[in-house]
């Protein structure tokens, strides 16, 4: 075999391989995809015909549309604190060093580490002892803190990039460090906040595990609400919830990918 | 006054100092409360049918060593390792062929594809690998269509449906992790072993693979740890038949009402999960130093 021949072939296996493991990766969700559009009640491959049936039934169902509800006040309100609270941090970490920085960082990066059921179970604990069982502050908080690490990260890498001599020359032309701020150094941070802004929002409108503990009937969040019907019932209702939640995720990341690059933001972009 | 005297004199006035630390430090006394809850309800006696706790006692944590927890422990410890070894060698390809194309839409379409499933959330996927794994679903479908089975293999509440359904979710984070490594290797080291006349294998077995390393490692260590704490995978997947130790702390919790056992269950979860990393560290650092001198 003539070295050539052989170069074709190793990349035609190589290729054959990297295409079966993604198949491997996404046909979970096109099998939900076709599920969807089952008119069938019980499991059927291939579908015997095409039916919306479950869209309907999956956008009029109460406890749907009530987690939906609860899933974006609860998201709303955990990403936006969790932007502020991080931007600020980030700014913190990056500019000035402090006692005990190191711990700080450790700690609010340890949710990453800590299983979101501990983490859940604890503001579980916490919210019976303040009284707050049954509101939403508690899922807020216990999402917080969840995502926090995404926002930190994100606007950390965001600062570094920032040319330090930018905000130099604002402040040697003799504006305050607050026109500094909200003139110069913010609106460099936009695209670094807006990225860590919509991971934490994907984050926190998707989390299941420590929302099952801190949630209650009246605050569940969409997940809660569909693993209650997953225990309930078999119909493909929840494939249609599924697809609808696959595709968007599929065209935020498309466009998160054209309008921040997902690979700069991931650091994975070749040489 | 210089230039620079005006910077000093900026940021010798740490703008924003306080204002911008204590938003972070109530977050974070928030969860240490949160987790000294945990801490605290596991030194406490189970009064059985009250959610009061009695006095202090040390037997809660006597508990894990009776065999029947013991297993579930071990449970955890093989299929997080198994994930974690399984996801590494499957998600190397991947990673490979993300960093390395040439064509702008193959790596937008890689990259997408890879980490999409990481953003739609545990229990869409877990979902979607009821549908695969049933007697009546996908894979079973298919099997039986092509005629290489008569009747439905059992994969749904088997240890091997778990782990299958777990390697999926774990492969988009390896790959970030391994891309990231092979985005760093300097090409120039392999030009060389290629102009030296190593073959394309071998400047791959002895040359990329070694300099990424520190990702292989971190990057195994971290999905270990991460499937340690999956809940929703066993929950539905194992539907009883496979436990593992946050459905542990999930029936004691909040089936039996047990909130100190559920403690103690949860805090072992975090030290295992806390003890793997912390035994990796060294490791990690030895190599990236070796690795990297500059």
Request: aromatic share 10%; glycine share 8%; proline share 5%.
């Amino acid at each position: 075999m003539s070295p050539a021949l052989a170069a074709k072939l190793r990349a035609g296996l190589f290729w054959g391989a990297v295409a079966a493991l993604l198949v491997y990766m996404t046909i979970p969700a096109l099998v939900v995809l076709m599920t969807s559009f089952s008119p069938s009640e019980l499991l059927e491959f291939p579908p015997s015909g095409l039916s919306l049936r479950w869209y309907a039934r999956a956008l009029t169902y109460p406890d749907f549309r009530d987690a939906f509800a609860n899933g974006l006040i609860v998201t709303g309100f955990a990403s936006g604190v969790a932007l502020a609270v991080g931007a600020a941090f980030a700014y913190l970490v990056d500019r000035y060093s402090f006692a005990g920085r190191g711990v700080l960082e450790a700690i609010l990066s340890s949710p990453l580490i800590v299983p979101h059921f501990t983490t859940g179970f604890g503001f579980l604990l916490l919210g019976a002892r303040l009284g707050l069982s049954r509101s939403y502050g508690i899922v807020i908080a216990a999402h917080v803190v969840l995502v926090l690490p995404f926002v930190v990260r994100s606007v950390y890498v965001s600062l570094r990039n920032i040319d330090p001599r930018l905000e130099r020359a604002a402040a040697n032309l003799g504006a305050s460090p607050a026109r500094v701020l909200a003139r110069v150094t913010l609106p460099l941070l936009l695209p670094g906040m807006a990225g860590g802004w919509l991971v934490a929002a994907v984050l926190s409108l998707t989390e299941f595990t420590a929302s099952l503990y801190v949630t209650a009937e009246r605050t569940q969040t969409l997940p809660v609400a569909m693993y209650g019907y997953i225990r309930e019932y078999s119909d493909p209702t929840i494939a249609a919830i599924s697809a609808l939640l696959i595709i968007a995720t599929t065209l935020l990341m498309f466009a998160a990918n054209q309008y921040l690059g997902l690979g700069r933001v991931l650091s994975i972009d070749g040489h | 006054m210089s230039a620079a005297d005006s910077l000093d004199s900026f940021m010798q006035q740490r703008p924003f100092f306080l204002a911008f630390l204590l938003p972070a430090m109530f977050a974070a006394g928030l969860f240490l409360t949160a987790l000294a809850f945990v801490l605290q309800y596991s030194l406490h006696a189970f009064i059985p049918g009250s959610l009061e706790v009695g006095g202090f006692t040390l037997d809660n944590f006597a508990r894990v060593w009776r065999p029947i927890y013991l297993w579930v422990l071990l449970d955890t410890l093989t299929i997080s390792l198994v994930t974690a070894l399984a996801t590494l060698v499957l998600s190397y390809p991947v990673a490979y062929a993300l960093v390395r194309t040439r064509r702008n839409s193959v790596r937008t379409l890689l990259v997408v594809l890879a980490i999409t499933p990481l953003f739609t959330g545990e229990i869409v996927r877990t979902y979607a690998w009821i549908l695969m794994l049933g007697s009546d679903g996908f894979l079973n479908s298919v099997l039986e269509g092509l005629g290489l089975i008569s009747t439905p293999i059992a994969l749904l509440y088997t240890r091997l449906g778990v782990t299958v359904a777990l390697v999926q979710f774990s492969m988009p984070v390896m790959i970030i992790l391994l891309a990231t490594a092979i985005a760093h290797v300097d090409a120039d080291c392999e030009r060389a072993a290629a102009n030296l006349g190593a073959r394309p294998t071998t400047v791959f077995w002895r040359v990329t693979l070694p300099l990424t390393m520190p990702g292989i490692v971190s990057g195994t260590v971290v999905i270990f740890a991460w499937t340690m704490s999956a809940f929703s995978t066993p929950q539905l997947i194992g539907g009883g038949k496979v436990l593992m130790i946050s459905n542990l702390v999930y029936l004691q919790g909040l089936s039996s009402f047990n909130f100190p056992f559920a403690a103690v269950l949860s805090l072992v979860a975090l030290v295992l999960a806390l003890g793997a990393l912390a035994l990796i560290r060294p490791a990690t650092r030895r190599l990236e130093a070796e690795v990297a001198p500059a």
